[in-house]
Protein backbone atom coordinates (compact mmCIF):
# COMPACT_ATOMS: atom_id res chain seq x y z
CA UNK A 1 0.00 0.00 0.00
CA UNK A 2 1.17 3.18 -0.88
CA UNK A 3 2.96 5.18 2.11
CA UNK A 4 1.12 8.99 0.45
CA UNK A 5 -2.33 8.84 0.03
CA UNK A 6 -4.05 12.62 0.49
CA UNK A 7 -5.89 12.77 -2.60
CA UNK A 8 -3.14 10.98 -4.56
CA UNK A 9 -2.99 7.31 -6.53
CA UNK A 10 -6.49 5.42 -7.34
CA UNK A 11 -6.26 2.93 -4.34
CA UNK A 12 -9.22 1.10 -2.69
CA UNK A 13 -11.90 3.29 -2.66
CA UNK A 14 -14.89 2.00 -1.87
CA UNK A 15 -13.25 0.53 1.67
CA UNK A 16 -12.42 4.02 2.73
CA UNK A 17 -15.04 4.38 6.24
CA UNK A 18 -16.35 8.16 5.97
CA UNK A 19 -15.37 10.35 9.28
CA UNK A 20 -16.97 11.01 10.79
CA UNK A 21 -18.91 8.00 11.80
CA UNK A 22 -22.25 7.57 13.19
CA UNK A 23 -22.56 5.93 16.94
CA UNK A 24 -24.13 3.22 17.64
CA UNK A 25 -28.20 3.37 18.27
CA UNK A 26 -28.65 2.21 22.20
CA UNK A 27 -24.71 2.78 23.05
CA UNK A 28 -25.14 7.03 23.90
CA UNK A 29 -21.61 6.69 25.44
CA UNK A 30 -19.66 4.81 23.45
CA UNK A 31 -17.60 5.87 20.41
CA UNK A 32 -18.72 5.05 17.01
CA UNK A 33 -18.37 0.75 16.13
CA UNK A 34 -16.39 1.92 13.20
CA UNK A 35 -13.69 3.69 14.83
CA UNK A 36 -13.12 0.92 17.78
CA UNK A 37 -13.08 -1.20 14.18
CA UNK A 38 -10.25 0.91 12.77
CA UNK A 39 -8.60 0.64 16.01
CA UNK A 40 -8.58 -2.72 15.99
CA UNK A 41 -7.58 -3.07 11.79
CA UNK A 42 -4.36 -0.89 13.35
CA UNK A 43 -3.17 2.03 14.39
CA UNK A 44 -3.05 3.80 11.15
CA UNK A 45 -5.83 3.75 9.08
CA UNK A 46 -7.87 5.84 6.25
CA UNK A 47 -10.91 7.61 6.51
CA UNK A 48 -12.61 9.54 3.99
CA UNK A 49 -13.79 13.74 4.81
CA UNK A 50 -16.54 15.57 3.07
CA UNK A 51 -13.89 16.90 0.21
CA UNK A 52 -13.85 13.66 -0.63
CA UNK A 53 -10.21 13.39 0.32
CA UNK A 54 -8.15 10.80 2.47
CA UNK A 55 -6.99 11.33 5.56
CA UNK A 56 -4.71 9.49 8.04
CA UNK A 57 -7.04 8.25 11.35
CA UNK A 58 -4.62 7.64 14.51
CA UNK A 59 -6.61 5.34 17.01
CA UNK A 60 -4.37 4.23 19.58
CA UNK A 61 -3.44 6.27 22.88
CA UNK A 62 0.49 6.11 22.88
CA UNK A 63 0.49 7.15 18.92
CA UNK A 64 -1.68 10.19 19.59
CA UNK A 65 0.10 11.50 22.79
CA UNK A 66 3.16 11.27 20.11
CA UNK A 67 1.73 12.73 17.25
CA UNK A 68 0.00 15.77 19.52
CA UNK A 69 3.32 16.58 20.73
CA UNK A 70 5.07 16.60 17.82
CA UNK A 71 6.61 19.95 16.93
CA UNK A 72 6.64 18.86 13.04
CA UNK A 73 2.56 18.68 12.82
CA UNK A 74 0.67 21.99 12.74
CA UNK A 75 -2.64 23.28 13.73
CA UNK A 76 -2.84 25.53 11.08
CA UNK A 77 -5.43 25.08 9.05
CA UNK A 78 -4.23 27.03 6.30
CA UNK A 79 -1.40 24.62 5.88
CA UNK A 80 -1.56 21.89 3.01
CA UNK A 81 -3.38 18.54 3.59
CA UNK A 82 -5.30 19.83 7.03
CA UNK A 83 -8.28 18.01 7.57
CA UNK A 84 -10.85 20.68 7.22
CA UNK A 85 -14.17 19.80 9.67
CA UNK A 86 -16.53 21.70 7.03
CA UNK A 87 -16.49 23.82 3.82
CA UNK A 88 -16.65 27.12 6.31
CA UNK A 89 -13.93 26.00 8.51
CA UNK A 90 -11.29 28.41 8.12
CA UNK A 91 -13.22 31.22 7.17
CA UNK A 92 -13.29 32.69 10.72
CA UNK A 93 -10.09 32.94 12.80
CA UNK A 94 -10.75 31.91 16.28
CA UNK A 95 -7.43 32.17 17.46
CA UNK A 96 -4.64 30.54 18.82
CA UNK A 97 -5.88 27.13 18.95
CA UNK A 98 -5.35 27.10 15.32
CA UNK A 99 -2.16 28.26 15.11
CA UNK A 100 1.62 27.43 15.83
CA UNK A 101 4.80 28.37 18.40
CA UNK A 102 5.87 30.76 18.74
CA UNK A 103 2.75 32.86 18.05
CA UNK A 104 0.36 30.86 20.09
CA UNK A 105 2.37 30.41 22.91
CA UNK A 106 2.65 34.08 22.96
CA UNK A 107 -0.84 34.69 22.73
CA UNK A 108 -2.04 31.53 25.29
CA UNK A 109 0.48 33.06 27.72
CA UNK A 110 -1.77 35.85 27.91
CA UNK A 111 -4.60 34.62 29.67
CA UNK A 112 -3.10 31.47 31.37
CA UNK A 113 -2.89 33.14 34.62
CA UNK A 114 -6.02 32.74 35.89
CA UNK A 115 -6.43 29.07 35.26
CA UNK A 116 -3.78 28.16 37.22
CA UNK A 117 -4.46 25.81 40.02
CA UNK A 118 -4.63 27.96 43.09
CA UNK A 119 -6.32 30.96 41.32
CA UNK A 120 -9.25 27.96 40.26
CA UNK A 121 -9.53 26.77 44.13
CA UNK A 122 -9.88 30.43 44.85
CA UNK A 123 -13.26 30.37 43.23
CA UNK A 124 -14.82 26.90 44.34
CA UNK A 125 -16.54 28.44 47.26
CA UNK A 126 -18.68 30.69 44.57
CA UNK A 127 -18.79 28.01 42.30
CA UNK A 128 -20.17 25.89 45.22
CA UNK A 129 -22.98 29.00 45.98
CA UNK A 130 -23.74 29.05 42.59
CA UNK A 131 -24.80 25.52 42.26
CA UNK A 132 -26.58 25.31 45.28
CA UNK A 133 -28.47 28.61 44.08
CA UNK A 134 -29.81 26.62 40.79
CA UNK A 135 -30.30 23.51 42.95
CA UNK A 136 -32.30 25.58 45.27
CA UNK A 137 -34.41 27.01 42.24
CA UNK A 138 -35.32 23.79 40.72
CA UNK A 139 -36.16 22.15 44.33
CA UNK A 140 -39.05 25.07 44.27
CA UNK A 141 -39.55 25.09 40.96
CA UNK A 142 -41.95 22.66 39.03
CA UNK A 143 -40.82 19.45 37.91
CA UNK A 144 -39.93 17.65 35.60
CA UNK A 145 -37.50 20.13 34.58
CA UNK A 146 -35.07 20.38 31.76
CA UNK A 147 -31.44 20.06 33.57
CA UNK A 148 -29.92 21.30 30.40
CA UNK A 149 -31.29 24.83 30.68
CA UNK A 150 -31.87 24.98 34.81
CA UNK A 151 -28.44 23.74 35.80
CA UNK A 152 -25.81 22.41 32.81
CA UNK A 153 -25.79 25.69 31.11
CA UNK A 154 -26.41 28.53 33.45
CA UNK A 155 -23.33 26.65 36.29
CA UNK A 156 -20.33 27.24 33.68
CA UNK A 157 -22.22 30.56 31.97
CA UNK A 158 -22.21 32.17 34.82
CA UNK A 159 -18.33 31.22 36.18
CA UNK A 160 -16.91 31.82 32.51
CA UNK A 161 -19.29 35.53 32.65
CA UNK A 162 -18.36 36.52 36.48
CA UNK A 163 -14.06 35.43 34.99
CA UNK A 164 -14.07 37.67 31.89
CA UNK A 165 -16.41 40.62 32.68
CA UNK A 166 -19.30 39.64 30.37
CA UNK A 167 -22.49 40.20 31.45
CA UNK A 168 -25.06 36.83 32.47
CA UNK A 169 -27.86 38.55 31.40
CA UNK A 170 -26.81 38.93 27.35
CA UNK A 171 -26.59 34.70 27.57
CA UNK A 172 -29.28 33.97 25.63
CA UNK A 173 -27.24 35.75 22.51
CA UNK A 174 -23.94 34.37 23.07
CA UNK A 175 -25.27 30.60 23.88
CA UNK A 176 -27.68 30.82 20.80
CA UNK A 177 -24.44 31.80 18.38
CA UNK A 178 -22.11 29.85 20.63
CA UNK A 179 -24.37 26.74 19.52
CA UNK A 180 -23.99 27.77 15.65
CA UNK A 181 -20.49 28.15 15.85
CA UNK A 182 -20.04 24.27 16.81
CA UNK A 183 -22.79 22.76 14.92
CA UNK A 184 -20.84 20.76 12.34
CA UNK A 185 -23.57 21.00 9.43
CA UNK A 186 -23.98 25.12 9.93
CA UNK A 187 -23.95 26.88 6.50
CA UNK A 188 -21.16 28.76 5.92
CA UNK A 189 -23.12 32.60 6.32
CA UNK A 190 -24.62 31.02 9.04
CA UNK A 191 -21.34 30.21 10.98
CA UNK A 192 -19.80 33.57 9.42
CA UNK A 193 -22.99 35.29 10.70
CA UNK A 194 -22.39 34.06 14.22
CA UNK A 195 -18.78 34.64 14.53
CA UNK A 196 -19.67 37.81 13.28
CA UNK A 197 -21.90 39.18 15.87
CA UNK A 198 -19.54 37.63 18.68
CA UNK A 199 -16.70 39.05 17.97
CA UNK A 200 -18.65 42.53 17.33
CA UNK A 201 -20.42 42.21 21.16
CA UNK A 202 -17.05 41.40 22.86
CA UNK A 203 -14.91 44.14 20.69
CA UNK A 204 -17.97 46.65 21.83
CA UNK A 205 -17.47 45.40 25.64
CA UNK A 206 -13.58 45.60 25.09
CA UNK A 207 -14.60 49.27 24.36
CA UNK A 208 -16.52 49.56 27.37
CA UNK A 209 -13.40 48.27 29.27
CA UNK A 210 -11.41 50.53 28.03
CA UNK A 211 -13.04 53.43 29.53
CA UNK A 212 -13.88 51.66 32.60
CA UNK A 213 -11.44 48.96 33.37
CA UNK A 214 -13.21 45.66 35.96
CA UNK A 215 -10.59 43.08 37.42
CA UNK A 216 -11.53 40.41 35.12
CA UNK A 217 -9.95 38.90 32.10
CA UNK A 218 -11.06 41.14 29.36
CA UNK A 219 -9.82 44.06 30.78
CA UNK A 220 -6.71 42.49 30.98
CA UNK A 221 -6.73 42.27 27.35
CA UNK A 222 -7.35 45.27 26.58
CA UNK A 223 -4.29 46.53 28.85
CA UNK A 224 -2.67 44.35 26.65
CA UNK A 225 -3.96 46.26 23.74
CA UNK A 226 -3.48 49.44 25.09
CA UNK A 227 0.20 48.16 25.79
CA UNK A 228 0.52 47.03 21.68
CA UNK A 229 1.27 43.18 22.27
CA UNK A 230 -1.83 42.61 20.83
CA UNK A 231 -4.23 43.97 18.25
CA UNK A 232 -7.85 44.58 18.76
CA UNK A 233 -9.14 41.86 16.80
CA UNK A 234 -6.61 39.41 18.19
CA UNK A 235 -8.07 40.46 21.84
CA UNK A 236 -11.88 40.14 20.20
CA UNK A 237 -10.87 36.58 19.48
CA UNK A 238 -9.35 35.55 22.10
CA UNK A 239 -12.57 36.72 23.86
CA UNK A 240 -14.65 34.78 21.65
CA UNK A 241 -12.70 32.08 22.30
CA UNK A 242 -12.87 31.93 25.91
CA UNK A 243 -16.76 32.57 26.13
CA UNK A 244 -17.58 29.62 24.07
CA UNK A 245 -15.04 27.05 25.10
CA UNK A 246 -15.57 28.30 28.48
CA UNK A 247 -19.52 27.21 28.74
CA UNK A 248 -20.16 24.27 26.12
CA UNK A 249 -17.80 22.08 27.16
CA UNK A 250 -18.59 22.03 30.97
CA UNK A 251 -22.23 22.32 29.95
CA UNK A 252 -21.96 19.01 28.19
CA UNK A 253 -20.00 17.19 30.75
CA UNK A 254 -22.58 18.13 33.39
CA UNK A 255 -25.39 16.89 31.54
CA UNK A 256 -24.35 13.93 29.41
CA UNK A 257 -22.08 12.98 32.59
CA UNK A 258 -25.43 13.05 34.49
CA UNK A 259 -27.21 10.92 31.78
CA UNK A 260 -24.34 8.47 32.23
CA UNK A 261 -24.67 8.15 36.04
CA UNK A 262 -28.11 7.66 36.12
CA UNK A 263 -27.50 4.83 33.70
CA UNK A 264 -25.31 3.43 36.03
CA UNK A 265 -26.84 3.76 39.13
CA UNK A 266 -24.30 1.31 41.28
CA UNK A 267 -21.34 4.60 40.36
CA UNK A 268 -24.00 6.86 40.75
CA UNK A 269 -24.34 5.67 44.33
CA UNK A 270 -20.61 6.07 45.13
CA UNK A 271 -20.96 9.99 44.42
CA UNK A 272 -24.15 10.59 46.59
CA UNK A 273 -23.22 8.79 49.33
CA UNK A 274 -19.63 10.47 49.95
CA UNK A 275 -18.41 14.06 50.94
CA UNK A 276 -14.59 12.20 49.78
CA UNK A 277 -12.73 15.11 47.73
CA UNK A 278 -10.84 12.18 46.37
CA UNK A 279 -13.15 10.04 44.78
CA UNK A 280 -14.96 13.06 43.95
CA UNK A 281 -11.77 13.92 42.01
CA UNK A 282 -11.55 10.68 40.74
CA UNK A 283 -14.63 10.62 39.40
CA UNK A 284 -14.64 13.66 37.54
CA UNK A 285 -11.49 11.88 35.78
CA UNK A 286 -13.26 9.10 34.84
CA UNK A 287 -16.35 10.54 33.37
CA UNK A 288 -13.81 13.15 31.23
CA UNK A 289 -12.55 10.05 30.30
CA UNK A 290 -15.44 7.93 29.65
CA UNK A 291 -17.41 10.51 27.79
CA UNK A 292 -14.73 12.50 25.82
CA UNK A 293 -17.19 14.74 24.22
CA UNK A 294 -14.96 16.88 22.47
CA UNK A 295 -15.09 13.40 19.49
CA UNK A 296 -14.73 15.76 16.26
CA UNK A 297 -11.06 14.44 16.48
CA UNK A 298 -7.98 16.75 17.14
CA UNK A 299 -6.36 17.21 13.30
CA UNK A 300 -2.81 18.22 12.13
CA UNK A 301 -1.06 18.89 9.18
CA UNK A 302 1.89 17.33 8.84
CA UNK A 303 4.43 19.67 8.45
CA UNK A 304 7.57 17.43 7.64
CA UNK A 305 7.72 13.35 7.33
CA UNK A 306 7.14 11.74 10.72
CA UNK A 307 6.73 8.38 11.55
CA UNK A 308 3.86 6.83 13.44
CA UNK A 309 3.66 3.26 14.34
CA UNK A 310 6.87 1.85 11.79
CA UNK A 311 5.10 4.02 9.09
CA UNK A 312 5.88 7.34 7.39
CA UNK A 313 3.35 9.99 6.96
CA UNK A 314 4.58 12.81 4.69
CA UNK A 315 4.44 16.38 4.73
CA UNK A 316 1.42 17.77 3.40
CA UNK A 317 -0.63 14.58 4.64
CA UNK A 318 -3.43 15.40 7.12
CA UNK A 319 -4.15 13.49 10.31
CA UNK A 320 -7.13 12.99 12.31
CA UNK A 321 -7.09 11.87 16.30
CA UNK A 322 -10.22 11.03 17.65
CA UNK A 323 -9.26 11.36 21.07
CA UNK A 324 -12.90 9.70 22.23
CA UNK A 325 -11.01 6.68 20.50
CA UNK A 326 -7.83 6.57 22.03
CA UNK A 327 -9.31 6.90 25.85
CA UNK A 328 -11.24 3.56 25.01
CA UNK A 329 -7.83 2.08 24.04
CA UNK A 330 -7.17 -1.41 26.05
CA UNK A 331 -3.43 -0.60 26.34
CA UNK A 332 -3.64 2.55 28.29
CA UNK A 333 -7.00 1.81 30.31
CA UNK A 334 -7.60 -1.78 31.41
CA UNK A 335 -11.42 -2.69 30.59
CA UNK A 336 -11.93 0.51 28.82
CA UNK A 337 -15.48 -0.05 28.04
CA UNK A 338 -16.24 0.25 32.03
CA UNK A 339 -17.16 3.41 34.05
CA UNK A 340 -15.53 2.51 37.21
CA UNK A 341 -15.11 5.82 38.87
CA UNK A 342 -12.73 4.60 41.00
CA UNK A 343 -10.61 3.73 38.21
CA UNK A 344 -7.13 6.61 38.40
CA UNK A 345 -8.05 7.89 34.64
CA UNK A 346 -5.85 11.19 34.96
CA UNK A 347 -3.94 10.03 32.04
CA UNK A 348 -6.57 10.36 29.85
CA UNK A 349 -6.51 12.90 26.83
CA UNK A 350 -9.89 13.89 27.15
CA UNK A 351 -8.98 17.59 27.15
CA UNK A 352 -6.39 16.51 24.27
CA UNK A 353 -2.42 16.53 24.31
CA UNK A 354 0.18 18.47 23.48
CA UNK A 355 0.36 22.43 23.67
CA UNK A 356 -2.79 22.97 22.42
CA UNK A 357 -4.18 20.91 25.57
CA UNK A 358 -7.09 22.96 27.35
CA UNK A 359 -6.31 26.29 28.71
CA UNK A 360 -9.74 25.97 30.78
CA UNK A 361 -9.27 22.62 32.25
CA UNK A 362 -8.47 23.40 35.71
CA UNK A 363 -11.36 25.14 35.69
CA UNK A 364 -13.56 22.59 34.30
CA UNK A 365 -12.55 20.20 36.73
CA UNK A 366 -13.07 22.48 39.56
CA UNK A 367 -16.98 23.13 38.26
CA UNK A 368 -17.36 19.63 37.57
CA UNK A 369 -16.25 18.33 40.90
CA UNK A 370 -18.85 20.97 42.73
CA UNK A 371 -21.77 19.64 40.39
CA UNK A 372 -21.17 15.82 40.80
CA UNK A 373 -19.92 16.11 44.54
CA UNK A 374 -23.52 18.33 45.36
CA UNK A 375 -26.49 17.96 42.77
CA UNK A 376 -26.62 14.26 43.34
CA UNK A 377 -26.66 14.24 47.36
CA UNK A 378 -28.77 17.19 47.44
CA UNK A 379 -31.48 15.37 44.69
CA UNK A 380 -30.90 12.14 45.85
CA UNK A 381 -33.77 10.96 44.01
CA UNK A 382 -33.43 12.62 40.75
CA UNK A 383 -34.15 10.22 37.59
CA UNK A 384 -35.07 10.61 33.69
CA UNK A 385 -38.32 12.12 32.94
CA UNK A 386 -37.95 10.29 29.48
CA UNK A 387 -37.06 7.15 27.60
CA UNK A 388 -32.89 7.58 26.84
CA UNK A 389 -34.06 6.37 22.70
CA UNK A 390 -35.79 9.69 23.05
CA UNK A 391 -33.01 12.21 24.39
CA UNK A 392 -32.11 14.56 21.75
CA UNK A 393 -28.72 14.11 21.57
CA UNK A 394 -25.60 16.15 19.60
CA UNK A 395 -24.32 14.37 17.19
CA UNK A 396 -24.14 16.93 14.99
CA UNK A 397 -21.74 18.99 17.07
CA UNK A 398 -18.56 19.10 17.38
CA UNK A 399 -18.80 18.88 21.33
CA UNK A 400 -21.30 15.35 22.29
CA UNK A 401 -23.95 15.99 24.70
CA UNK A 402 -27.52 16.27 25.07
CA UNK A 403 -29.57 18.78 23.79
CA UNK A 404 -32.47 18.35 26.76
CA UNK A 405 -32.26 16.17 29.41
CA UNK A 406 -35.69 16.09 31.35
CA UNK A 407 -35.06 15.15 34.85
CA UNK A 408 -37.58 14.68 37.80
CA UNK A 409 -37.21 13.66 41.66
CA UNK B 1 16.44 11.99 41.80
CA UNK B 2 16.60 15.35 40.59
CA UNK B 3 13.30 17.25 38.71
CA UNK B 4 14.08 19.43 36.07
CA UNK B 5 11.05 21.89 34.46
CA UNK B 6 11.97 22.91 31.03
CA UNK B 7 10.22 26.48 31.26
CA UNK B 8 10.12 27.48 27.39
CA UNK B 9 7.98 24.12 26.73
CA UNK B 10 5.21 24.59 30.02
CA UNK B 11 1.51 25.22 28.76
CA UNK B 12 0.31 26.44 32.16
CA UNK B 13 -1.96 22.96 31.99
CA UNK B 14 -1.21 23.13 36.00
CA UNK B 15 -1.23 19.22 35.67
CA UNK B 16 2.04 18.99 37.79
CA UNK B 17 0.54 20.63 40.36
CA UNK B 18 -2.17 18.72 40.97
CA UNK B 19 -0.23 15.08 40.72
CA UNK B 20 2.60 16.87 42.68
CA UNK B 21 1.73 20.08 44.94
CA UNK B 22 4.65 19.07 46.76
CA UNK B 23 6.68 19.59 44.26
CA UNK B 24 5.83 21.94 41.74
CA UNK B 25 3.66 25.50 41.83
CA UNK B 26 2.87 28.41 38.92
CA UNK B 27 3.98 31.99 38.41
CA UNK B 28 1.72 34.57 39.32
CA UNK B 29 2.00 36.18 36.14
CA UNK B 30 1.09 33.78 33.74
CA UNK B 31 0.65 30.06 35.86
CA UNK B 32 3.74 28.84 33.87
CA UNK B 33 5.17 26.11 36.62
CA UNK B 34 8.38 26.23 38.53
CA UNK B 35 9.93 23.69 40.52
CA UNK B 36 9.62 23.97 44.34
CA UNK B 37 11.49 21.52 45.32
CA UNK B 38 14.20 20.08 42.92
CA UNK B 39 15.29 16.77 44.94
CA UNK B 40 12.15 15.70 46.49
CA UNK B 41 11.79 12.79 49.10
CA UNK B 42 11.01 9.31 48.04
CA UNK B 43 7.28 9.39 49.19
CA UNK B 44 6.85 11.78 46.32
CA UNK B 45 8.56 10.44 43.65
CA UNK B 46 5.28 8.32 42.45
CA UNK B 47 3.68 11.56 42.39
CA UNK B 48 6.50 13.21 40.44
CA UNK B 49 6.43 10.55 37.74
CA UNK B 50 2.54 10.87 37.64
CA UNK B 51 3.14 14.71 37.00
CA UNK B 52 5.97 13.70 34.13
CA UNK B 53 3.48 11.16 32.57
CA UNK B 54 0.66 13.65 32.54
CA UNK B 55 2.31 16.97 31.38
CA UNK B 56 0.72 17.83 28.18
CA UNK B 57 3.63 19.40 26.89
CA UNK B 58 6.16 17.31 28.05
CA UNK B 59 7.96 19.53 30.02
CA UNK B 60 9.00 17.80 33.22
CA UNK B 61 12.22 14.82 33.79
CA UNK B 62 13.04 12.88 36.41
CA UNK B 63 16.79 12.71 36.24
CA UNK B 64 19.16 10.53 37.92
CA UNK B 65 21.85 12.15 39.77
Not at chain 1, 230 to 251: F, I, K, P, W, Y
Not at chain 2, 43 to 55: F, S
Request: aromatic fraction near 6%.
Amino acid sequence: MADTLTGTGPGPAEQIPEFPMPRAAGCPFDPPPALTAAREEGPLTKVRLWDGKDYWLLTRYADQRAVLLDPRVSADLTRPGYPLQAPSNGKNNISFILMDDPEHARLRRMVTAPFAIKRVEALRPAVQTIVDDLIDGMLAGPKPVDLVEAFALPVPSLVICALLGVPYDDHDFFQENSKILIKRDAAMEERMAAHGKLIGYLDELMGEKTAHPGDDLLSGLVTRVESGELTRSDAAQMGVLLLLAGHETTANMIALGTLALLEHPEQLALLRDTDDSRLIASAVEELLRYLTIVHGGRRRAVLADIEVAGQVIRAGEGVIMPNDIANRDPEAFPDPDRLDLTRDARRHVAFGFGVHQCLGQPLARMELQVVYGTLYRRIPGLRLAAGVPELPFKHDGSVYGVYELPVTW
Amino acid sequence: MRVELDEPKCVASGQCVLAAPEVFDQRDEDGIAFVVDGQPPEDVLDAVREAVAICPAAAIRLAER
